[in-house]
């Protein structure tokens, strides 16, 4: 199992920018990605960004051109910026952990934290 722990959250007037950090530790040898879910109250759970082991990144078409993620593989740490930040970007924001391990695929999250976009 990884666990991951989140950093970063706050409020923040629109146009501005915030960067979160996601740091995993445990079995991170199983991890095949990293990345970004949001859910805003009354909303399910999407997808924000995601970093492949590879170095391959997907995005949201809300976020392109906006966020960028990122990872320090010797820190086992995955970054999410955010520029251009938009009310409708408000949501709690969870790390993901896509592990592969005794032939079998999981998600480990970490416990999220909230982002606030004011108009």
């Known amino acids: 199992q990884v666990q991951l722990v989140e950093s970063g959250g706050g409020l923040v007037q629109a146009g501005g920018s915030l960067k979160l950090s996601c740091a995993a530790s445990g079995s991170t040898f199983s991890i095949n990605a990293l990345g970004w879910y949001r859910q805003a109250p009354g909303k399910q759970r999407e997808l924000v960004a995601t970093?492949?082991?590879?170095?391959?990144?997907n995005y949201a078409d809300s976020v392109k051109g906006r966020f960028t993620i990122s990872r320090d593989n010797a820190k086992n740490t995955v970054y999410l910026e955010m520029n251009s930040l938009k009310p409708e970007d408000t949501a709690v924001y969870y790390c993901n952990a896509r592990t592969f391990a005794r032939l079998r695929w999981d998600d480990d999250w970490g416990q999220g934290t909230q982002v606030t976009v004011s108009s």
């Open positions: 970093i492949y082991n590879s170095g391959v990144t």
